[in-house]
């Protein structure tokens, strides 16, 4: 390298520093190199403006809203490094939505210390979710908190969606076109719907986050992804009443790693073919997870009658399965209210999935039931060092007819392969 070539490579690399800012550097090293023991914060300090400060009481009682609303406002039109911060305590909020853009030098911090307490009544709630963050950039949501969304029996009796109408559902927190994002160490439960929902989101990390709610509270997600890219979940733990994770319509570059689910309806693509027009789903990867006593544990689920489109380049990998129903499982003919129309069949082509070195245990009639469109055939789905071993089948079929069916298959299948795999 000739000197005149060497300043020139010092000078970009230089350029880079100055304009990249530390936290933007950190971001980078954590999500792609590994997680600090600490939460990633700045090392300069910010203007922390405090919901107290603003008037909010922690005494679950007093509505904090316009409060917290003012609190937001201020910090996000702050011209220099701003830090939104909620103290100690528990905090009754309404429904509130966190928008940007905001006017902040840097990384927009959020630091959550004290538990927020959703009011109790449905109609507090005319845009059908609670705590929103939406067309905001870079920011570090982070905190010891529990977004406690009081959901209860009768609740989830009003909102349940058994007959697939689910748009009246209440989400508990929501982030609408967010982007170069990280969100760590917080806790969510009893949603009224789903839990955590990811919106034309891109480049975002949800890291260490705890979800809760009872295994029979109906609809209540864990983590929804909808036409988002570059979404990465790690290092979790997800106990609900629907799917741990679903990854919906539109969304690419998903990755779910490390992370525990259970109870609940396992880790699931979809469901698909809903309506017209759908956007495809690709490059999908749920690895080195756990499903533990759920209904499910790794499913792609498309209704039946549906338009076209496409969910393709889709890996489970290194899944531990404990006591699961259905641990593998394609329905092509997914119909959880049992009143669909069937006259014809799925046109979601599925294509070029790979279940690799799942293994444990399960309860059900199936290890693997792989249920595909009899029209559009799925193809290219491969088994990979998949061990599992079945306990006491909890259903009617008889022992002896669920030993000799381990393995179903039904529909149309362009590509099988099966390599060093056991269903016992």
Not at 69 to 90: I, L
Not at 211 to 236: A, E, K, L, Q, R
Not at 369 to 383: D, M, W, Y
């Amino acid at each position: 390298m000739t000197n005149c070539n060497f300043i020139i490579v010092v000078k970009f690399f230089v350029t880079f520093l100055i304009f990249v800012s530390p936290n933007k550097i950190l971001a980078f090293y954590d999500r792609f190199y590994g997680y600090a023991e600490e939460p990633m914060g700045p090392s300069f300090s910010y203007e922390v403006f405090d919901v107290s400060t603003f008037g909010a009481s922690p005494n679950a009682d007093t509505d904090n809203t316009l409060a917290f609303e003012k609190t937001w406002w201020a910090a996000c039109n702050h011209q220099g490094k701003s830090k939104f911060y909620v103290p100690e305590g528990r905090f009754l909020v309404g429904e509130i939505q966190f928008k940007g853009p905001c006017r902040t030098e840097s990384t927009m911090e959020v630091e959550i210390t004290g538990d927020l307490i959703a009011p109790t009544g449905i109609k507090d709630f005319p845009s059908n979710q609670w705590i929103g963050f939406s067309q905001l950039n870079d920011i570090f949501l982070y905190g010891s908190t529990n977004l406690d969304g009081r959901g209860d029996v009768e609740a989830w009796k009003q909102k349940s969606c058994e007959d697939s109408k689910c748009d009246k559902l209440i989400t508990s927190l929501s982030l609408d076109n967010v982007s170069n994002s990280i969100i760590e160490n917080i806790s969510l439960s009893n949603a009224k719907g789903f839990h955590f929902r990811l919106h034309s989101a891109s480049n975002v990390t949800v890291h260490n986050v705890s979800i809760s709610s009872p295994w029979d509270s109906p609809n209540t997600d864990g983590i929804h992804v909808h036409n988002s890219s570059f979404i990465y979940i790690t290092n979790s733990t997800i106990g609900a009443g629907d799917d741990c994770v679903s990854i919906s319509t539109g969304s690419l570059d998903v990755l779910v790693s490390g992370t525990h689910c259970g109870p609940g309806h396992g880790f699931s693509i979809g469901s698909l073919g809903k309506v017209k027009n759908e956007e495809e789903v690709r490059r999908i990867k749920f690895q080195n997870c756990t499903v533990n006593g759920a209904d499910n544990g790794v499913r792609i689920k498309t209704w039946p009658t549906s338009p076209p489109s496409e969910a393709s380049d889709i890996t489970f990998e290194d899944i531990l399965m404990i006591n699961v129903s259905n641990p593998i499982i394609i329905d092509q003919e997914y119909c959880p209210s049992n009143s669909c129309n069937t006259t014809s069949a799925s046109l979601v082509k599925l294509s070029n999935i790979e279940f690799k070195n799942i293994r444990g245990t399960y309860r059900s009639d199936f290890g693997v039931n792989l249920r595909c469109s009899s029209v559009v055939a799925c193809e290219n789905i491969t088994l990979i060092d998949v061990n599992l071993n079945g306990t006491n089948s909890t259903y009617k079929t008889p022992k002896e007819k669920w030993e000799q069916e381990k393995f179903s298959t039904k529909g149309s299948l362009n590509g099988l392969a099966v390599f060093n795999s056991t269903f016992n």
